[in-house]
């Protein structure tokens, strides 16, 4: 399994748009990266998966240069609510198969008013 | 539609006894998969139920175990509680093992 290095911790204000990256130097060729949101004592949210180039939904955009090594999670217009901690998975699939999801320590991220 | 239900919210025992969670996937998937989450950490992997049997687990004793039922909910049990295994248990469902895995609220469990 690939592992993923992210930034333990990210301040922000409200209506900033806010980038956290991370690093998985070792994805294989047919890995995806997922990334996860979770509020405190609630179970990790699914929030978007890539796996190249740039993806798009309602709440981020994935960025993911052409040598995948790295990929940058964008959210626009952050508010307090987002105020949580992502996690950056990569694996070969979006549940992670029969292996479960591996997750890391995961970004802290604070927004402020 | 519900989403990953479990149950109970939070629970407190103490050292050496057993406890039972238990988990009821989102309607349309059959695969449960089981985590633990540590104070300040990501959640790490338990096992994973598929077809009612253990398809694969994680770095875990034998402590641990689990069953799915015919209705596809599953139960985790663990025994000779020690004081690391307070932590926050999570439940995640998927239509099969490869699609986006859903979880539930979890389950606190504290051991004194």
């Known amino acids: 399994l690939a592992k993923t290095t992210q930034p333990i911790s990210m301040d922000s204000y409200e209506g900033q748009e806010v980038n956290i990256t991370c690093s998985h130097n070792n994805i294989a060729t047919n890995d995806y990266i997922t990334w996860y949101q979770q509020f405190p004592s609630q179970g990790p949210r699914f929030i978007i998966q890539g796996y190249k180039t740039k993806v798009t939904n309602e709440v981020a955009s994935l960025f993911i240069p052409a040598d995948r090594k790295s990929s940058t999670l964008s959210l626009p217009r952050v508010s307090l609510s987002d105020t949580a901690v992502y996690y950056c998975?990569?694996?070969?699939?979006?549940?992670?198969?029969?292996?479960?999801?591996?997750f890391g320590k995961g970004t802290h991220l604070i927004i402020q008013p | 539609d519900a989403g990953v239900t479990q149950s109970p919210t939070h629970l407190i025992k103490t050292r050496g006894q057993q406890v039972t969670l238990r988990c009821s996937p989102k309607?349309?998937?059959?695969?449960v998969s089981w985590y633990q989450q540590a104070l300040g950490q990501g959640p790490q992997f338990i096992f994973q139920?598929?077809?009612?049997?253990?398809?694969q687990r994680g770095n875990f004793p034998d402590r641990f175990s689990g069953h799915q039922f015919p209705n596809y909910s599953s139960e985790l049990n663990v025994n000779a509680l020690l004081l690391g295994d307070s932590a926050l248990y999570l439940c995640?469902?998927?239509?099969?093992?490869?699609?986006?895995?859903?979880f539930g609220p979890g389950t606190r469990l504290t051991v004194l």
């Open positions: 998975l990569v694996g070969l699939y979006s549940g992670g198969g029969a292996d479960g999801l591996t």
């Open positions: 309607s349309g998937h059959d695969t």
């Open positions: 139920y598929y077809e009612e049997e253990e398809r």
């Open positions: 995640a469902s998927s239509q099969t093992v490869y699609n986006e895995q859903f």
